[in-house]
T-cell receptor
Framework: NAGVTQTPKFQVLKTGQSMTLQCAQD?????MSWYRQDPGMGLRLIHY???????DQGEVPNGYNVSRSTTEDFPLRLLSAAPSQTSVYFC????????????FGSGTQLSVL | GQQLNQSPQSMFIQEGEDVSMNCTSS?????WLWYKQDPGEGPVLLIA?????ELTSNGRLTAQFGITRKDSFLNISASIPSDVGIYFC????????????FGTGTRLTIIP
């Protein structure tokens, strides 16, 4: 089973560039979310979605956009990359909001120069 | 958002040693979760705790839900090389509609 698939695995951007991090899950999960992981700060929630067509902001949403047109896909868009967005990004999904058993992708390591 | 502080931040141990780590919060949590992140991978759920005082095991791992509901503990017995990684506590705060909050992590390294 594929589970949660993230692409790309690594990415280097220049300041001001835009890009989309892809996330897809094949478990028919309603809830999907994006986290960023920074040293000493744990995992911080960027955006989340409780179902197709519904998205909401997490703890650190500035500079990021999301959409959820299908149950399977939840892309994260960086509108104008900044060095502060250098981080490791994780997509996660679960059966429903409040279900603590999150399934994580393997992450995207992003560097913004 | 809520802050979960984990201690220690990092540990360097020899294979076979026991490991203890903890997680504390300034507010009450309804559920405590422990995740493990292998190098280069996403976190995976190890143990979930639902009641104050609860003690739950998963193989060599044992976790406890603190009686104050503001802390949790994770112990690993007889560590092996595959225990290397970052351990995160997490939970949904009891009050409000806040999402799952993750701790700052404890990085475990095993010295050969």
């Amino acid at each position: 089973n594929a589970g949660v698939t993230q692409t790309p695995k690594f990415q280097v951007l220049k300041t001001g560039q835009s890009m989309t991090l892809q996330c897809a899950q094949d478990m028919n999960h309603e809830y999907m979310s994006w986290y960023r992981q920074d040293p000493g700060m744990g995992l911080r929630l960027i955006h989340y979605s409780v179902g197709a067509g519904i998205t909401d902001q997490g703890e650190v949403p500035n500079g990021y956009n999301v959409s959820r047109s299908t149950t399977e896909d939840f892309p994260l868009r960086l509108l104008s990359a900044a060095p502060s967005q250098t981080s490791v990004y994780f997509c996660a999904s679960s059966y429903g909001e409040g279900n603590e058993k999150l399934f994580f992708g393997s992450g995207t390591q992003l560097s913004v120069l | 958002g809520q802050q979960l502080n984990q201690s220690p931040q990092s540990m360097f141990i020899q294979e076979g040693e026991d490991v203890s780590m903890n997680c504390t919060s300034s507010s009450i949590f309804n559920t405590w979760l422990w995740y493990k992140q292998d190098p280069g991978e996403g976190p995976v759920l190890l143990i979930a705790l639902y009641k104050a005082g609860e003690l739950t095991s998963n193989g060599r791992l044992t976790a406890q839900f603190g009686i104050t509901r503001k802390d949790s503990f994770l112990n690993i017995s007889a560590s092996i090389p595959s225990d290397v990684g970052i351990y995160f506590c997490a939970g949904p705060p009891y009050f409000g509609n806040e999402k799952l909050t993750f701790g700052t992590g404890t990085r475990l390294t095993i010295i050969p």
